[in-house]
């Protein structure tokens, strides 16, 4: 046999006998209800029974067990506050990034915004006095183009020479005069065309034109094309063929063939200085001339 503290079950070693459990009213039920809400809210959450002879008033109790709280149904009860659920994070809204100006350098031409198609003469107003590469110190005159602003076909050459940086002219020397020549086979008057070239200031001795050269007067001819419009694009040597198409194998490779280019067509052919050089390939450039006459004579 054991005896525990008073208070406590005494454990005899014989199992209780169970008796029928009382059943407690209504309002029993809710007085002991607020009564274990009332202690609950004072911190204690543990109970046990004593013995009716060994009864202990705590401290401090006195005057709440003289006076037993009210009872209060539970559907008037508030709520208990939650914690409430973390709010996403915001954070304060950035301002909008702006992308930088639109900068130019030396070799870059920045067209000037207009309202409506840009015309040729304002093309060469914005290229002025040209000092975007290096072949401006060397040149006697810049070569914009030459012919009619609306032309169906448009020459393309390399670069001037020596007659064309004297007279301000494309193809007026012995190549232009071959040209002249070429275009009159096919029944095509100069003054039909329009003329121009890849750099607009002659190179030293005739050179090809270097790639920095090219890149700062590129954009100027792409405007060139850009504001005549032609149906046909005719690149004169392998140096147009690669500014104007991109294409890099050799012009005698690639001549006589029609490429897209910019919503309109284009030609790569021959330039008439090789055949000066290699007079006995003129039929070279007779071909691919009758080739530019059908196309146009085709072509609605």
Known sequence: MWHGLPGCVSFTGRMPVPQAPKIMDETTRKELAAWLEFYQELGIEGFFRRDSSTAVTLPGLAAAKSTPPEVVSPKAVPPRPTTPAPSAVTHPPQQAIRPPAPTFNLFEAAPTPRSGPETLEQ??????????????????????????????????????????????????????????????????????????????????????????????????LYRQIESVKPRLICCLGAPAVRTVLGIKEGITKIRGRFYDFAGTKAL?????????????????????????????????
């Open 268 to 300: 790569a052919t021959v330039h008439p200085a090789y055949i000066l050089r290699n007079p006995r390939e003129e039929k070279i450039l007779r071909e691919d001339f009758e080739k530019i006459r059908d196309f146009l004579k085709a072509t609605p």
């Open 123 to 220: 093309i060469r107003e914005d290229l002025g006095d040209c000092q975007r590469c290096k072949l401006a110190p060397t040149r006697k005159t810049i070569v914009f183009g030459e012919g009619n602003p609306h032309a169906e076909l448009m020459f393309v050459g390399e670069g001037p020479g020596a007659d064309e940086d004297e007279q301000g002219l494309p193809f007026v020397g012995r190549a232009g005069k071959l040209l002249n020549r070429m275009m009159e086979t096919v029944r095509l008057k100069r003054a039909d065309v329009y003329i121009c070239n890849v750099v607009k200031c002659r190179p030293p001795g005739n050179r090809t034109p270097e790639k920095d050269e090219v890149d700062a007067c590129s954009p100027f």
